[in-house]
């Protein structure tokens, strides 16, 4: 599936203002893929997320407590794009060679403090592909897979860099209630992952 969203900018190698330091993403890469995910090399991060962006591999991991809330994340100011939209719950890129579930285990122990022995159901659950553009910052065209797990232990250390706040919701309140929430603007990789689970 491929879900497109024509608009945006190109902002190149830096930050808001030329002349800056190049920002931090310009030193890491990401895994290019075609629609099919299949690997077509790696790509500068950067680079992926300016322009008309490049096709490249992501996942986004829901995490659920045992009443079915789901911890939705608020993004930290400092985030180049959906910078203090709400995530559910960490969103990134795998490493070549890294399965999704290694890259959603690292992902978890980094921005959340969340470690394996608090969880055993990570799951791969869906993939889809999708576009979309932020204001005139940059660009998401990924193709993301959803995983999900359920914490036995709902502990959490989060990292004030990477998570501005955190919120347990009803996941099913949550889509059929959108006024309800419309405070939370909501990042558009997890809006497609929640349709997609309901419709």
């Known amino acids: 599936m491929s879900e497109s969203e024509p608009d945006g900018g190109d902002t190149g190698r830096y930050g808001d203002d030329a002349g800056q330091q190049p920002h931090e993403n310009a030193a890491q890469e990401v895994v290019a893929v075609g629609g099919d995910d299949r690997e077509q090399g790696t790509v500068n991060r950067l680079d992926a ?14 995490v659920f407590d045992d009443e079915d809330r789901l911890l939705l994340a608020q993004r930290s100011p400092q985030k180049r794009l959906w ?17 999704q579930r290694d ?53 959490l250390a989060p990292d004030e860099s990477e998570v501005a706040g955190l919120l347990w919701v009803p996941y099913r309140r949550l889509y059929e209630n959108r006024p309800w929430y419309r405070q939370l603007r909501l990042c558009p990789w997890f809006e497609i992952a929640m349709r997609r689970d309901f419709e």
């Open 103 to 155: 890259a959603t285990r690292a992902r978890l122990r980094e921005e959340l403090g969340v470690t394996p022995d608090q969880y055993g159901d990570l799951r791969v659950t869906d993939k889809f592909e999708y576009k979309r553009f932020f204001e005139d910052r940059g660009v998401e065209h990924e193709v993301c897979s959803v995983l999900k797990l359920t914490l036995r232990d709902p502990t």
């Open 83 to 99: 910078n203090t939209y709400w995530d559910g719950t960490v969103a990134s890129h795998p490493a070549r060679g890294e399965s």
């Open 49 to 62: 997320h300016t322009g008309d962006g490049v096709r490249h591999r992501a996942f986004t991991a829901l």
